[in-house]
């Protein structure tokens, strides 16, 4: 490369040689050679700013902080500035990206921060739940089940209405304690999560319906005393 100091600054003349959309350093000068400058000096702070986590499908707005103006790449060495502002909102991202933001101050430019977008994947919808559809009022404890379901790393389970019982489990199956006197009818839906970050589409809801117990029957009436061998007798209770 070819270069010289002049008042503490080295000056690098460079060009896209190979054609690849990169600048390299020539070794010959060329009609579209560049000069940068690079300060041994500089004293700009590296500036603060939080790599974060998020879904796919959406755009992410980055933050940085201490510094006097910032400029944003989505390299760590390249020119090709994307942002110059504090923050900066990325394209949708659908995979984890990297993005490095630099303070420019006193005329030169600090080393660059990387701030990583860690993108995690939505769940698909989940299954209907499967399971009893018909119980008796505080029936003892059911269990329900769905499939696993794609980029699902746990699941959130819902019974409503909320006064019909508890529905407890993370994963592809569930306990449904109903309360001792709901009647009625219940719905149980689940979804699926990924990481704690990233929540599918609740599933389409299962019915339930819980029925009462009959009420103890009064004490029969009838016939109390027969002879042998007697007719047929007929009993009634209310």
Request: aromatic share 8%.
């Amino acid at each position: 490369s070819s270069g010289s100091i002049q008042n503490q600054a080295l000056v690098y003349n460079l060009a896209d040689i190979d054609g690849d959309g990169d600048l390299d350093f020539p070794f010959l000068a060329t009609d579209d050679m560049i000069s940068i400058a690079y300060n041994r000096n500089c004293t700009s702070v590296i500036p603060a700013a939080n790599s974060i986590v998020g879904c796919n499908g959406n755009t992410f707005t980055l933050t940085a902080s201490g510094g006097t103006a910032y400029c944003w790449y989505t390299d760590s060495i390249g020119f090709d500035k994307v942002g110059s502002n504090a923050s900066y909102t990325t394209p949708v991202l659908n995979v984890t990206d990297t993005f490095y933001v630099a303070n420019y101050s006193g005329g030169c430019e600090s080393k660059r921060k990387m701030v990583i977008v860690t993108i995690y994947q939505i769940p698909v919808k989940a299954s209907t739940p499967t399971g009893v559809q018909l119980l008796c009022t505080n029936s003892s404890n059911t269990l329900y089940t769905t499939t696993e379901t794609t980029n699902a790393t746990s699941y959130q389970w819902t019974i409503t209405p909320t006064n019909a019982g508890a529905i407890t489990g993370t994963t592809t199956s569930a306990t449904v304690d109903l309360d001792n006197t709901f009647t009625g009818i219940a719905k149980i839906a689940v979804k699926g999560i990924n990481t704690g970050v990233c929540t599918g589409p609740v599933s389409d809801t299962l019915v339930v319906n819980i029925i009462p117990y009959p009420d103890k029957p009064s004490t029969p009436a009838g016939q109390i005393l027969f002879c042998i061998n007697s007719a047929n007798a007929t009993y009634t209770t209310t």
